[in-house]
């Protein structure tokens, strides 16, 4: 139905060209290319359609001897290409008698509107049904992410937990991925930056909640933040910026800095204001500082599950050893414990062991299994996002960045 006329066929040829053409839009359309019956039949729609291409049925002419003519010549597929005036013929070789064959599309330009229009309506066939299924989405039930679940050949799922704070949703690895992604869309309008300033200023909240300035002491509270080379590491370095106007003295170990925006940035705002930025870890040993704030892996990290003895890779892994051996010191992790699995916690045996925890946006499902102080910071998430994903997030209270729940 879609060329019902073009091009020509042979008058004993089995199916119609324009027949060929449409069926094989409709397979692609189908979505059903992965199956063996259909390649089959793709495969002698295609072989058809090169018969027909090699022998075409000429136009009839309003006299009976040129129907004739038409019905018994053929020139050969071959010589038409070679030969310009098989395509456009000369006035010559009509008086020499060949026939004069209809102008038509190549055959490698009408293939290529034919696999470019069955591609795009599959694009369009595709992007709508993932819209629909967005609208109906349910954190408890399915997967942000389509391509991870594909790609796990399992489905994920969060799940939704009562807390002190009501019901607070916990977000598997493909679903906090994706709300960062829908938080960058062009319909929430957040830049990278911009996420990375309110989660730092998150985390700087919950470490001054977490351990609170002593009234009789005019000694600034010491905080040294470990950075990763990736975004919890960014969120780390607001952080240290933020604890800094707060009245801490904040250090900052960051052994791979990554020199470019919006790292470099970051980077300079903390020695404009007197960071001092270290490439190995100081002397624990005299509990010189009253926090560590664990922000060097976030939800993207995951493990190579063959080799747990190495699931978190050099020079972070000493750091993280260096850590958990100062017990004296209380460690807040930012988002994920560093080493831990998303969704399981430390399967590895090698990851933090921290005393608080600050989930941004929402807490991930490793956090289920997390004892110690639990803070949210997700003040950022716009009413509609949380409405669209049905994200469920605690109330926050008057200028509160961070609210502290227990599940």
Same mark, same amino acid.
């Given at each position: 139905f879609f060329f019902p006329d073009f091009p020509p066929t042979r008058a004993n040829h089995p199916q119609p060209a324009g027949s060929i053409i449409s069926e094989l839009l409709a397979l692609a359309c189908m979505g059903s290319w992965g199956r063996v019956a259909v390649l089959q039949r793709a495969s002698g729609l295609l072989r058809q359609w090169l018969d027909v291409q090699s022998s075409w049925r000429l136009p009839s002419t309003p006299t009976n001897a040129t129907r004739t003519t038409a019905r018994t010549t053929a020139l050969p597929f071959s010589r038409r290409r070679q030969s310009a005036d098989a395509i456009l013929p000369s006035s010559a070789s009509r008086v020499s008698g060949l026939p004069r064959l209809q102008p038509r599309l190549p055959f490698a330009a009408l293939c290529a509107v034919t696999v470019t229009c069955a591609t795009s309506f599959c694009t369009v066939r595709a992007a709508t049904s993932l819209s629909a299924a967005a609208a109906q989405k349910q954190f408890i039930t399915v997967p942000f992410s389509t391509t991870a679940a594909c790609a796990s050949g399992a489905v994920m799922a969060s799940e939704t937990v009562q807390t002190t704070a009501g019901s607070v949703s916990f977000l598997s690895q493909a679903d906090a991925q994706h709300v960062d992604e829908r938080l960058m869309s062009e319909d929430y309008g957040y830049s990278l930056d911009q996420l990375m300033e309110l989660a730092g200023l998150s985390v700087a909240a919950a470490a001054d909640s977490f351990v609170p300035a002593a009234a009789t002491s005019a000694? /600034?509270?010491?905080?040294?933040?470990?950075?990763?080379?990736?975004?919890? +590491? +960014?969120?780390?370095?607001?952080?240290?910026?933020?604890?800094?106007?707060?009245?801490?003295?904040? *250090?900052?170990?960051?052994?791979?800095?990554? &020199?470019?925006?919006?790292?470099?940035?970051?980077? %300079?705002?903390?020695? %404009?204001?007197?960071?001092?930025? %270290? *490439?190995?870890? /100081? &002397?624990?040993?005299?509990?010189?500082? @009253?926090?560590?704030? *664990?922000?060097?892996?976030?939800?993207?990290?995951?493990?190579? /599950? =063959?080799?747990?003895?190495? =699931?978190?890779? =050099?020079?972070? &892994?000493?750091?993280?050893?260096?850590?958990?051996?100062?017990?004296?010191?209380?460690?807040? =992790?930012? @988002?994920?414990?560093?080493?831990? *699995?998303?969704?399981?916690? @430390?399967?590895?045996?090698?990851?933090?062991?921290? &005393? %608080?925890?600050?989930?941004?946006?929402?807490?991930?499902?490793?956090?289920?299994?997390?004892?110690?102080?639990?803070?949210? +910071?997700?003040?950022?998430?716009?009413?509609s996002l949380s409405a669209e994903l049905k994200l469920q997030v605690p109330a926050y209270t008057g200028h509160e960045q961070v609210v502290e729940i227990t599940s």
């Open positions: 000694t /600034p509270r010491r905080v040294l933040v470990l950075v990763g080379p990736g975004n919890n +590491g +960014g969120d780390g370095l607001v952080a240290a910026r933020h604890l800094s106007l707060f009245s801490w003295q904040a *250090d900052v170990v960051y052994p791979k800095r990554p &020199d470019r925006p919006p790292f470099s940035g970051l980077q %300079a705002q903390c020695r %404009a204001f007197g960071i001092d930025m %270290a *490439d190995t870890m /100081p &002397d624990l040993s005299d509990a010189r500082y @009253d926090l560590i704030i *664990d922000a060097m892996f976030g939800f993207s990290f995951k493990a190579d /599950p =063959a080799k747990p003895e190495k =699931a978190v890779r =050099a020079p972070f &892994d000493t750091i993280i050893s260096a850590m958990n051996a100062a017990t004296n010191i209380p460690v807040l =992790a930012v @988002d994920i414990p560093s080493g831990w *699995d998303v969704e399981r916690g @430390d399967i590895y045996g090698v990851g933090t062991r921290c &005393d %608080a925890l600050i989930s941004l946006t929402a807490p991930k499902l490793c956090a289920k299994s997390f004892g110690g102080r639990h803070f949210v +910071g997700g003040r950022f998430v716009p009413p």
